[in-house]
């Protein structure tokens, strides 16, 4: 088996034309803030030129994206080819329509006169999960360094609930590039999270903040626990279905309880 496979080549397509109807979508309601479509965070919702510009910009660099990763699937037919891409298209749409609202709502804000007593938002301290999360990738990397010549030119990426491998990349592409590029696209959420306002924070709450950054977090630990046990699987033939399971289970157990927590509190706000 290998990435050119039909279902592969059709995920391939599928993920193209979702990334470009999100763009569209995200184009067509640029004129109007709203809650369901478009880029959301604090700085989109604090001016409607930000929110405009934004998802101009937005919407365009989606719909771009979604073409560009068609061809490569049409043409190179692989998926890891197709998701690499994908990450680091939306990695540099998100940052740039970042700045994008950021500069609009800074430099308004400079252009009005201040009225009342400004409200200054708690500074959030990122260190602890920035260090773990890139103590965990540091760890994947030092352990794929010790066991790479251990593994064939072809890996097993992909288990079922059972623990059986169900899809085969290259090792430069399964083992290295995805694993690398996934984590640093979390770390890269985390480190936005030190300003309030680009996570849509409330207020500034820093108890919202901690829980949208330990969810980020527990996602990094389920992406190393995937990737680890992928480099243990090849490198070394371990396998435990009961394992997998378990940490499958407590991993999406540990986000639903996160995420019912974040909603309790915006309740309360």
């Keep these: 088996m ?3 496979d039909p279902v592969s080549t059709m995920f391939g397509f599928l993920t193209s034309l979702l990334i470009f109807t999100a763009g569209l979508l995200t184009y067509i309601f640029r004129n109007k803030p709203n809650m369901a479509i478009g880029f959301r965070i604090g700085y989109t919702f604090q001016s409607k030129d930000a929110w405009r510009r934004t998802n101009e910009f937005a919407g365009k660099a989606f719909m771009a994206l979604g073409i560009l990763m068609a061809i490569v699937n049409l043409f190179l037919k692989s998926p890891p080819a197709v998701t690499i891409l994908m990450v680091l298209g939306i990695s540099l749409i998100l940052w740039k329509s970042y700045g994008i609202s950021k ?5 308004e804000d400079l252009s009005k006169p201040a009225k009342g007593t400004p409200q200054l938002i708690k500074n959030i301290d990122i260190k602890p999960y920035i260090l773990f999360q890139l103590a965990l990738l540091c760890s994947y990397i030092l352990l794929l360094t010790l066991s790479w010549d251990k593994m064939a030119d072809t890996i097993a990426t992909h288990f079922n609930f059972n623990g059986i491998p169900d899809r085969f990349e290259p090792k430069s592409t399964g083992a290295f590039l ?10 890269g959420l985390t480190y936005l999270g030190k300003d309030p306002m680009a996570l ?10 901690r829980i949208i950054l330990e969810l980020l977090t527990i996602i990094q630990l389920l992406l190393w626990g995937a990737f680890v046990y992928s480099l243990l699987y090849n490198a070394y033939g371990f396998s435990s279905a009961i394992l997998l399971s378990l940490f499958t289970v407590g991993s999406i157990g540990a986000i639903v309880v996160e995420t019912i927590r974040l909603l309790r509190i915006l309740r309360m706000r």
Excluded: D, Q, W, Y
């Design 178 to 187: 995805l694993p690398v590029m996934v984590s640093a696209f979390v770390i």
């Design 200 to 209: 849509r924070i409330p207020g500034g709450s820093v108890k919202v903040a």
């Design 103 to 107: 500069e609009i709502v800074e430099r």
């Design 2 to 4: 290998n990435g050119a």
